[in-house]
Structures are given as C-alpha cells and as structure tokens.
C-alpha cells in the first residue's frame, strides 16, 4: 500500500457543482497535513492546511478523520478557474500523494 | 522578492553525462529541498538541507549529489545522468516549524 494514496480522476464537474476528494495515509501517528494545487506544468502552490480541527476557506473544507486515516478537500460552488491538480502531503514524512485532477467544465 | 528560482527551466542530457541543477532563495529560510516528480508518482524527496552546510537524504537519493554552502543556494548534482532520472525537479523552501513550503518554477530533465 502507497503511503499517501489519492485517487488520480480526473473529476470531470459542470460549474457550480460540489466536489470532495479523499486522501488516505498509512502513517497512524501523522498529525499534520497540506493540501497543495498544482496548475498544469507549474509549481504546487499551498492551498490550505489541515490539523485536527479541520480548515475551512471561502468555498474550500479541508477535514481529519483519523480514526480511518484519511483527509479531505471539499469545494463548493466549483468555478473554471478550480481546475487545477490537488496534491496532499503529510508533513512529518514529507510524502505527497501522487495528485488527483479536477476539470470544472462550463 | 523572486522568492524560489530555478536554473535551466529545461535540459536535455544524454546518459552518462553530469549536470547541475541550480536552485536559490531570496527569504532567508533555513530549510530547502529537492523533490522529483514523475506521472502517477507524486512529488518524491530526493535531498533536503536544514541549513547551511547540513544536508541529508530523503526517499531517492541514489544518482544525486547535494551540498548546502550558504543559505541561499542548494544545487542538485546529477553524476552520470540515467534515462531513469527523465523528471521533472522542483526545489523547495520553508522555514523551520511553518511547514508551508514555497516550491520554484522547475527544471524538466530529459536524459536520453
């Protein structure tokens, strides 16, 4: 099993619809979480944090559910400009999962 | 600030040839790292460095040299180049205990 695992979609969603990726991890003690997004052919960009008590932004949820080890990203009233790939990393093992790609379509 | 730059933005080796990747920062962070990132893989550790003249290795360190002279910069050295090291390479800063790390542009390597 990957140790940072992630669904690679792509996830294909009309404007304006919610969507929700999962992470999982296989490190039991890992505390602390990233969510980055990574437009095509550039760098990853931090989008939010995510700790115990979760992380919300404007349309953006990030959550822990650690008894089943994995995170969450939720966006809400996706636009054109969400498309992007969305990267997870748990930070005490410095591992990113390979990404999942999100396509908002008009 | 330019904060993250990275130096070529694109190269092409052939195997067995050695190169540099340059990688350099303008916020004085003490932390900086080395990752590969291939379809399908992710964004893999290769070296990271938590201050100057302090290196270490991360998950593939094989083919890859590093040193840490000064806090600013942190090239990648590729000894003898391998199809396998066909990659694209982003360097990364934070600063020790924010976690939030500010990525470079990239380097695509194709070694033929």
């Known amino acids: 099993r990957k140790e940072v695992e992630q669904d690679p979609g792509p996830f294909n969603v009309p404007e304006g619809a919610t969507v929700a990726f999962n992470c999982t991890y296989s490190?039991?003690?890992?505390?602390?979480f990233f969510w980055y997004r990574q437009d095509c052919r550039k760098e990853p960009k931090l989008l939010m944090s995510?700790?115990?008590s979760g992380n919300e932004d404007g349309r953006f949820t990030a959550q822990l559910n650690r008894a089943s080890q994995y995170i969450s990203l939720l966006i809400r009233d996706s636009k054109l400009s969400d498309s992007a790939t969305y990267l997870c990393?748990?930070?005490?093992?410095?591992?990113f999962g390979a990404g999942t790609r999100l396509t908002v379509k008009p | 600030n330019a904060g993250v730059t990275q130096t070529p933005k694109f190269q092409v080796l052939k195997t067995g040839q050695s190169m540099t990747l340059q990688c350099a920062q303008d916020?004085?962070?003490?932390?900086m790292s080395w990752y590969r990132q291939d379809p399908g893989m992710g964004l893999r550790l290769i070296h990271y460095?938590?201050?100057?003249?302090?290196?270490d290795q991360g998950e593939v360190p094989n083919g890859y040299n590093v040193s840490r002279s000064t806090t600013e910069d942190f090239p990648l050295r590729l000894l003898s180049a391998a199809p396998s090291q066909t990659s694209v390479y982003f360097c990364?800063?934070?600063?020790?205990?924010?976690?939030?790390?500010?990525f470079g542009p990239g380097t695509r390597l194709t070694v033929t």
């Open positions: 990393v748990v930070i005490e093992d410095m591992r």
């Open positions: 490190n039991s003690a890992s505390q602390s």
């Open positions: 995510v700790y115990s």
């Open positions: 916020m004085n962070h003490e932390y």
């Open positions: 460095s938590v201050g100057a003249g302090i290196t």
């Open positions: 990364a800063s934070n600063q020790p205990g924010t976690y939030e790390q500010y």
